[in-house]
Every structure is written in C-alpha cells, then in structure tokens.
C-alpha cells in the first residue's frame, strides 16, 4: 500500500494556549550537571560567579523558561541549609542517592543567580524523603518572605535582600519507588504531601504545587498511586506530576520510535484518573500535568551501576552521560509532539535534564561545551513552538511493531503563533526506508508562505555528535511546497521536520 500523510489545520481547531513551560528543564545536583556543568571556575568562560559562560549561551539558545532543581532522587536527603550561606562554612555531605561527595559550593542562592542569567525561573523540589513539613516551609520562607523573620532575614543576612520569589514546588520526588530514600504508600504520601502543601500555601498563597504521581507506567501501583494520593492533595495542589524514559536496549528502532505512544497512553490516564478523582470530590478544579522528568535514558546505565558501586563518594563524577544518537533525537522529537497535542492539560514539562547528565548540552572539563543529537528538536519546539496548539486532523499509513499496534507512520501537530502571524508544523516520518509526502490543508491561513522547512536527518541511526564534530546537525529542505491552502512536504525518511509558514514581509 502506498504510505501516506494528511493534516488539516484550522484557526479555530484549538487545543490550547501552550504553556511555554512545557519547555522546561532540569539540573540536579547529581554526576557532572552542576559542577563541571554550569559552574567551573577557572575554566577559561567562567564568569566571576564560576559560571560557565558557554553553557549559559546554549541555556540561553534554547529559551529554557523553568529549570527543576535540586533533584531528583538528590532531594530526598537534601539538607536545604547546608547550602546557604558562607560558602567556606558548608558542610561537605555523602550524597546518598548518587553516592557521590556534595561539596554544597552550589546551592539554593547561587541557582537562582544562575537561572536569573539565562533568562529562566525555578523549579524548585522540597525534600518529602528524610524530612517534612517544617522544613519545606522553612525554605519556602527562606526564599520568599520578604524580611522580618527568621528565616527571610538569614537569607538577607546572606546576602540576597530581595525575595527569590520562586512559584513552582515539587512536594518531594518519586516517592513510589523502592530507590527514594523516605519512599512512602499513597496514603503515607498523600497525608504528609496534603499537609505540606496546606502550610506552604499559608506562607504564599500566590505558589503553584505539584504532587508526586507514579515514577513511570510500569510501577505495579500505576495509577491507583495517582488516585490515592490526589484524594488526599486535591484541594492543595495544582498538579501532579509524570515521569517516564524511554530506551532502545534491544535496538529495535521501530518499536523505539513508537514509544511515543506509550507517553500518550500514559498522559490520557493520568488525566482520567485526575478527573475521577475531581469528580468523586464534587471539585470545581482540574489538576494539571507537570511532565517534569522525560527523555531517552539507556546508554550509560552499565557503567553508572559500576561506579555508583564500586567508585563511590567522589566528587562530579561522570554520570548518567548518555551520548545521544540520530534515533533518540526522533524520539525526543515525537515526544515533543506528543505533549504539544496535550497542552491543554500538560501545562509543564522538563526535559531531563539539561548539562551532562542525560542531556542536550555536554560540556568538556578542559575544552568546550557541545550539542548532542537531542538538543535540535528541542531547540525547535521550544523556538517556534510557543503560541496555540492546533488540533491536528491528521491520517497516516500505519505500522505495527513488536509492542505497538497501528503506528502511524508519520505524527505531526502545528502551532499557530498569532503574534508572529506564523504556523509551525512538526513532522516526524518514523518510517526507516521510505520518504512520505505529507499534504496539508492549511485551512484559513489565508496568504502564508513558507519561511523555511528544516529537516535533521542522517543516513545513520547510530550517529552521534561530540565537542569534536557535529555528525547530526539541521539544514535546509527545499521539498516543501505552498499551493493556496496546500502544503505538499516530502519527509525523508527517518526524519525530524520543521515547516515553517508565515506572512512575508
Ligand atoms: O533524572 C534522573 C533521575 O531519574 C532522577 O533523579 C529521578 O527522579 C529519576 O528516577
């Protein structure tokens, strides 16, 4: 059968308002993100805070709008105070999750300095593992309390006058899974997340709360966990949260780029069991989804076992660094897309995470910071993907693989940047031997043109990119046409595309 793609796309086929945080990121304190990441001092681009200035321009690039931080499994015995204050007086501490060495020269003031830099804000995750509710609201004033108390004026005492004011909280990390340090049941969880949430939304009322939902689909409580625990934080909290990493072990790369499928099954469940629980409730709210862990993670996890077993407690070492071939940037790519068709109730997400560890941007502790594979499409999406969602009218050829049935061969969405008087449509064609013309109906975008049409393709699915050469990197397609309301695309095969239309000037 001929394999095939069409797409309609209206004006008035909305999904929703993208919430630019769905391009979010994450920095753990965990192997090289932070040290030797965005802080090195003495590298030959720091600046005078220790800031990597190169790492900074890439941040800066990909327009992060929120940055998760500290952890992670890190947050589960993150001793919040150790990391305030004179930097010669923080305690050196065994980092339990990652068994490494934390030095503590980073912490909670120096981030926000940081995230300041590059134009982003902070998500911030308090420690629900090893610790409770006095000390999620001890930060919480600490950060943004203006002045006049205990903890206000010890963060003014240390230097910062003005309140970090950070309006994003994690109420702890994965506290499902065996791994966490203080893993809880739902209703353990669900009791003290409730109760923490109440005290810190006394504090400031203005914060947005996130509650933990499952660490992936697979956990065997998946998604009662998400029923049990919102039954008891449904009226305190504003959204739960998602995580899930994807992998292609037994390289299968059909099946790999269908995994795509298994985020969208995982985010329609969340949602219906957010709405159970808003229904059993009689609530007038929806809870929201905070997709705040995702991404391919599966290439380093040999070696991470060996040295978190056998080389532990150093300080920075080389973790969970993932290099990231052509394939896995397909598969961030139709993730993006994936979210994007869920905006309206995906309303966060972060790529996890963002220098070194499992990330777009790698940095060379004597030499310079580089792109991986994956930084592209998430450059992309996080570029031209701001502005309306547009429901998607889409029908492909299809392909079944080893764990997926009807696959479509090609996925794609658009967005609409009203400001810009610009549409965007992101295509992937997951097909491995065939190009596919894509035809779209551009409905009532009336007079656009094509911009550009981007494509990242390569004749290897194993190419990686190093700080040596960039094997996977966009150019130019000039297979896209514009006929009246026709847009005809041809998509190589095995490709990421970004078709850009607009008005010219
Ligand atoms: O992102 C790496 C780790 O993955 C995080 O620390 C944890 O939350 C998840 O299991």
Redesign the pocket.
């Known amino acids: 059968m001929q394999k095939y793609a069409k797409m309609v796309i209206d004006k008035d086929f909305k999904i929703a308002e993208i919430d630019k945080r769905i391009y979010g990121s994450?920095i753990?304190h965990?192997g090289r993100a932070v040290y030797q990441g965005i802080y090195q001092p003495g590298h030959p681009t720091a600046d005078e805070n220790g800031f990597r200035k190169d790492v900074m321009e890439l941040v800066e690039e990909l327009n992060v709008p929120i940055v998760r931080y500290p952890?992670?499994?890190?947050v589960s015995s993150f001793v919040w105070e150790d990391s305030v204050g004179p930097v010669e007086q923080r305690p050196k501490r065994l980092e339990l999750?990652w068994r490494s060495l934390e030095t503590n020269e980073i912490g909670v003031n120096e981030f926000s300095k940081w995230t300041k830099a590059v134009g982003s804000e902070i998500m911030m995750a308090v420690n629900l593992g090893t610790r409770g509710v006095a000390d999620a609201c001890n930060l919480l004033e600490y950060c943004n309390h203006p002045s006049g108390t205990k903890y206000s004026d010890w963060r003014i005492s240390h230097g910062v006058k003005d309140p970090l004011n950070i309006k994003t909280w994690c109420l702890g990390?994965?506290m499902d899974?065996p791994?966490q340090l203080g893993a809880k049941t739902p209703v353990e969880y669900g009791r003290l997340a409730a109760e923490t949430a109440k005290a810190m939304k006394l504090i400031d009322p203005t914060i947005e709360l996130v509650s933990c939902g499952s660490?992936n689909t697979q956990m065997p409580t998946f998604p009662q966990w998400e029923a049990t625990t919102l039954e008891h934080t449904y009226d305190y909290v504003d959204y739960v949260s998602l995580?899930q990493?994807f992998g292609n072990p037994d390289n299968d790369t059909e099946n790999f780029l269908a995994q795509s499928m298994e985020m969208d099954h995982f985010i329609k469940t969340v949602i219906a069991t957010c709405d159970f629980v808003k229904a059993k409730k009689r609530g007038k709210k929806n809870i929201n989804l905070s997709f705040d862990?995702w991404n391919v993670?599966f290439h380093a996890n040999e070696a991470d076992g060996d040295t978190m077993k056998n080389h532990p407690w150093q300080q920075a070492p080389a973790l969970?660094e993932d290099h990231y071939t052509f394939e896995d940037a397909l598969v961030v790519g139709l993730l993006l897309i994936t979210m994007i068709k869920h905006s309206d109730r995906v309303r966060m997400a972060c790529l996890?995470?963002l220098v070194n560890?499992?990330a777009p941007i790698m940095t060379e502790t004597n030499g310079p910071a580089w792109k991986q594979t994956i930084y592209y499409p998430y450059l992309h999406a996080s570029k031209y993907g701001r502005g309306v969602a547009l429901q998607p009218v889409l029908s492909s050829s299809k392909h079944d693989t080893k764990d997926f049935k009807d696959v479509a061969d090609v996925d794609s969405v658009a967005v609409w940047n009203p400001e810009k008087d610009e549409v965007t449509i992101f295509a992937v064609n997951r097909d491995l031997k065939d190009d596919i013309t894509l035809t779209c109906d551009i409905g009532n975008f009336e007079g656009y043109e094509l911009l550009e049409h981007i494509v990242l393709e390569c004749d290897d699915l194993k190419a990686v990119n190093s700080a040596a050469a960039e094997a996977v990197t966009p150019k130019q397609s000039d297979e896209t046409k514009v006929d009246g309301r026709t847009v005809t695309s041809n998509l190589h095969k095995a490709s990421w595309n970004v078709i850009r239309l607009g008005r010219r000037a």
């Open positions: 994450f753990e965990l952890g992670g499994n890190f999750a990390n994965e899974g791994w660490s995580h990493y862990e993670w969970l996890a995470q560890v499992i």
